[in-house]
């Protein structure tokens, strides 16, 4: 049997969130499920029959990450950029996820064995040397 989402609860939430981060990553917990299952492209997930720890974590990391900038630069969302100005009064400020983007970070893809190991070779004389006699 295949999991289904969500793989969290809101009850399952950091309680150190505010009332409105906490309200808009509970409604995007199904979502970061469903794209936990999409990223799946090898079946890593198909044997699973309970959520894991990892899944639950990732689930719960991805759905905060979407709601923290929908609730404002006050309450946490990550800013990668601040400048400050003095004489026009000038701020300016860049936000990490500005629309609130459901996406997994390398880490966390690596946890969930979701990165592609390649291996292979290629022919660097392959019908580009003929032997003339």
């Given at each position: ?108 893809r690596r946890q969930l064995r979701f990165t592609k190991q390649r291996a ?14």
């Open positions: 049997m295949a999991l289904t989402p969500p793989f969290a609860a809101e009850s399952d939430l950091p309680s150190t969130l505010n009332a409105d981060v906490r309200v808009r990553a509970a409604a995007q917990l199904t979502n970061a499920s469903q794209l936990i299952l999409d990223e799946d492209t090898r079946g890593i997930l198909d044997d699973l029959t309970a959520v894991t720890p990892t899944i639950k974590r990732i689930t719960i990391a991805v759905a905060i990450r979407a709601a923290l900038p929908a609730a404002g630069a006050s309450d946490g969302a990550p800013i990668t950029q601040t400048a400050w100005g003095a004489g026009g009064f000038n701020e300016s400020k860049t936000f990490a996820n500005p629309m609130g983007d459901l996406y997994l970070t390398k880490a966390e292979g070779h290629v022919d660097m004389w392959a019908g580009a040397y003929e032997e003339t006699v």
